[in-house]
């Protein structure tokens, strides 16, 4: 096992970022013109927040990129190694750490860096330890807004689609409903009110109002079905993959996570880019 794998080898160094003040149309059009996932956002030159697909579907009317972010994000340096990146992905549940040296952002690390790196490392331990047998599938036919809602409370950013014969037959990402999203304008109107509750000269409920017409843009979600865009023919693995074999299908595949299937093509578990963070930290 390597032990002088560090941070400034496999980082990003052309990082792509939001600046405060911002808002939620800048970021999109990040996300989909970088094809990335999230990026660091900056402030007098500081890193103050992290914005993800996952803070704009989770609050699909708010504009304001500094209400949509994540503060405070955990940080790493340069010179810190591939195990500790590891550790703080894991233990804090993130996709990305920006890499901090001197209060200056010079790059940035993700879960998909760290799985390039185990796929040159022949780590030949099968996955079947590492594999998440509670997996949150759907059905090929359920309506799209449904499946980002089953997404959203589920916690999860991607889900196996099986036919009626309980068949993998596809997978959805919260990258496919974003990109088959649109953003719906409207002006909706708000009554604001003149008079203060002790105004001696307000009667009873009668009051001053005056209307405030506002701007309002959603996120929507278009009435498709899951096989409208699940992708399909998924990559797989099976319960006897070795760890670095599932990262090599990852890293070629630019894909977050491998269905597991048997012999029948059922559906057995899903294995996250996070799971394979663990061994990495085990063999230390």
Known sequence: ??????????????????????????????????????????????VVGVVTRTNLLQNPEEEQLALLMTRDPITISSGSDLQTAARLLLEHRIRRLPVVDD?????????????GTIADMNIDIPIKDYVEKKVV??????????????????????????????????????????????IEDSVEMSDMSAGQDDDAWTWESMRDTMSIYYSVSRI??????????????????????????????????????????????KLQGLLRDHDLLKPLIEIE
Request: net charge positive; charged share 25%.
């Open 1 to 46: 096992m390597p032990k002088s794998i560090f941070i400034e080898d496999i980082m990003v160094r052309d990082v792509a970022s939001a600046t405060l003040p911002g808002s939620r149309d800048e970021v999109l059009k990040i996300l989909k013109n970088k094809h990335i996932s999230g990026v660091p956002v900056i402030k007098d030159s500081k």
């Open 103 to 115: 209060g200056k952002l010079v790059g940035l690390v993700t879960v998909a860096d760290i799985i």
């Open 137 to 182: 599938a759907i059905y090929n036919e359920t309506p799209l807004p449904v499946v980002a809602r089953i997404m959203e409370l589920a916690g999860v950013k991607a889900v196996p689609v099986l036919d009626s014969s309980l068949e993998l037959v596809g997978i959805i990402s919260d990258r496919d409903v974003i990109a088959a999203s649109i």
């Open 220 to 265: 929507k979600v278009p009435n498709l079905i899951g096989s409208d865009i699940m992708i399909r023919e998924p990559i797989t693995a099976t319960y006897i993959t070795s760890v670095s074999d599932c990262a090599r299908k990852m890293k070629r595949n630019r894909i977050d996570q491998v269905p597991i299937i048997n012999s029948n093509r």
